[in-house]
């Protein structure tokens, strides 16, 4: 099982960056497919990035955004760019490869945007 847990949310103006990190636990890591989503307040949850061997973006932030991960457990996803549009709660999630869903989620972290 794989345990998650978001850093790097915060206030900053539109056009600036963040990067969010996303630290996992448990000895099949590399078993596991990881992504980013997010909700901003009032609306559904949606898919932001994911790496599994290959890596996926939403339209909405192609070019803006870069998820990477390294050999030490740690997801990021590196956001330049922002716009107030971009507010919202992040969430790391992970699944096993073969998988169809995310199962595992960390508790997210806050990313607000002023304009």
């Known amino acids: 099982q794989v345990l998650l847990v978001e850093s790097g949310g915060g206030l900053v103006q539109a056009g600036g960056s963040l990067r969010l990190s996303c630290a996992a636990s448990?000895?099949?890591?590399?078993?596991?497919?990881m992504g980013w989503f997010r909700q901003a307040p009032g609306k559904e949850r949606e898919f932001v990035a994911a790496?599994?061997?290959?890596t996926t973006y939403a339209d909405s932030v192609k070019g803006r955004f870069t998820i990477s991960r390294d050999n030490a457990k740690t997801v990021y996803l590196q956001m330049n760019s922002l716009k107030p549009e971009d507010t919202a709660v992040y969430y790391c999630?992970?699944?096993?490869?073969?998988?169809?869903?995310?199962?595992?989620w960390g508790q997210g972290t806050q990313v607000t945007v002023s304009s």
């Open positions: 999630a992970a699944k096993l490869i073969a998988a169809a869903e995310y199962d595992v």
């Open positions: 790496i599994s061997g290959s």
């Open positions: 448990g000895r099949s890591f590399r078993s596991y497919g």
